[in-house]
């Protein structure tokens, strides 16, 4: 696999990632750049482990994952987004509401968007291919990715925060959704 290839699987994977740090960061949640770290980072670090499980797992259960995946990607999805929307609505402008960048909430995200990784690993171990450096080019365009959209988000969320996290939260079910119709139809 050459490192456009590469590349370009890293950049498709780390579309989910992007868009979630995309509505967390406009909803105005993330603040500090011990935050914006925390995002990036274990988006990038989930995202380039998931594939090597994936491909430490190998061909056995590769059919097992495969008809779960989504239902699982979704159903993280829809928590989380589901949360966040509740907790816009809940607060009427309170400060106390979720932070995406601590503890469980996280974790689930940072599950949730490298889910298809887990996948994609399988395939590669199907492709003979050797997984560590794909598995670091796709961490590192994820926390990349996930970093310029955590930007983008603080520029516009400012002015719309419960707005931003009420859309943010619809914008990460829609994500959920998305994944489970690809592999449903």
């Known amino acids: 696999m050459s490192f456009i ?7 498709a994977l780390a579309l989910d990632a992007f868009a979630v740090s995309l509505a967390c960061s406009s909803s105005g949640k993330i603040s500090d750049k011990r935050s914006v770290f925390r995002m990036s980072f274990h988006f990038g670090l989930f995202q ?5 499980i994936g491909w430490s797992i190998g061909l056995g259960l590769h059919s097992v994952v495969r008809e779960v995946d989504h239902w699982i990607a979704f159903i993280l999805l829809l928590f989380v987004g589901g949360k966040m929307i509740f907790e816009a609505v809940r607060n009427n ?3 106390d509401m979720i932070n995406p960048t601590r503890g ?4 689930v995200l940072s599950i949730a968007t490298s889910i298809d990784a887990l996948v994609v690993g399988f395939s590669l171990a199907l492709l003979r291919i050797h997984i560590i450096y794909p598995a670091l080019i796709i961490g590192v ?7 310029i959209a955590i ?3 603080d520029l ?10 009420v859309l943010g939260g619809l914008i990460i079910i829609g ?9 449903i139809l």
């Open 175 to 183: 994500i959920g959704l998305k994944i489970l119709l690809s592999h």
């Open 5 to 11: 290839e590469i590349l370009m699987l890293a950049i």
């Open 156 to 165: 516009f969320g400012s002015r719309f925060a419960k707005l931003m996290e």
């Open 141 to 147: 365009v994820t926390a990349l990715l996930s970093l």
């Open 93 to 95: 402008g309170k400060e």
């Open 104 to 107: 469980w909430t996280l974790i």
């Open 151 to 153: 930007r983008i988000g």
């Open 48 to 52: 380039a482990m998931m594939p090597v």
